[in-house]
């Protein structure tokens, strides 16, 4: 984690926005921005052609994909790639975040009001799902900056007498707040809590972890996916699992 590298990144995008209040007026969005220039300063290595797609960055000896979501778009470049190149995806994390709502026709800004909700590299199971099928490649590697921001949203009205309904304009990165970086399938052992012991239910799990049963249950079927966890039986109606040894 270089906490440098991210405030110098943070300024040359924002640099580059000179609308009122410089948020959306790039092609791509603030965060996305900010963190391809995290990850690499050179801009002659962004947006480069290569095997009948853009990559985000091609270096000359790998390629790094920063995702904001929807991994599924995903699938066909990594396709591509990975017999030919190593490749890192980055995905941002909202760690901590504020949420400031924008009259869409007005300007006017709401109050800054922080989520209830905090990040963490959980958050990102139910995207890796989506291609679980390259998770257990020896080209692929994953990178999860954890990002304080302010989410702005939209506000638009649905009609007289109806509550008005916020869509997410832009997000703004404040600090960085960790980055867990994943450079090979065994890496991902460590989302399993230390103090969790085996074998352990799906509900042992989302509790010794912080999140929600169903995140859990995505997180789970995923290391299951990359043969890291085993199901040795069941407790009543649920699955046990547990940790494979591996030599």
């Known amino acids: 984690m270089n906490q440098e590298a991210f405030e110098q990144a943070k300024v040359k995008v924002l640099l580059k926005q000179h609308e009122p209040h410089g948020f959306g007026t790039l092609q791509e969005k603030t965060v996305h921005a900010v963190m391809k220039l995290y990850y690499e300063p050179n801009l002659d290595y962004h947006e480069v052609p290569i095997e009948g797609y853009i990559a985000d960055i091609y270096t000359g000896s790998r390629i790094i994909e920063v995702q904001n979501g929807n991994f599924s778009r995903l699938r066909d470049k990594l396709g591509a790639f990975l017999p030919l190149y190593p490749v890192m995806v980055v995905l941002p994390i909202p760690h901590f975040r504020w949420l400031i709502y924008m009259d869409e026709e007005s300007g006017e800004l709401s109050p800054r009001r922080k989520s209830p909700v905090t990040g963490s ?32 949203r939209l506000m638009r009205r649905r009609g007289r007498g109806k509550r ?7 997000r703004m990165p404040l600090s960085l707040y960790d980055e867990i970086l994943l450079e090979r399938p ?35 079927y995923v290391l299951y996916h990359m043969n890291l966890v085993q199901r040795p039986g069941k407790r009543g109606r649920e699955y046990l699992y547990e940790v494979v040894e591996t030599e």
């Open 121 to 152: 590299i959980y958050s990102a199971f139910p995207e890796l799902c989506k291609i679980r099928e390259y998770l257990l490649h020896p080209n692929l590697s994953f990178a999860f900056p954890l990002i304080d921001m302010d989410e702005y």
């Open 164 to 170: 008005r309904r916020g869509s997410r304009y832009d």
């Open 186 to 220: 065994e890496d991902f052992i460590q989302v399993i809590p230390y103090e969790l012991e085996e074998p352990f239910t799906v509900k042992e799990f989302a509790k010794a972890a912080h999140i929600g049963r169903e995140l859990a249950q995505v997180t789970l």
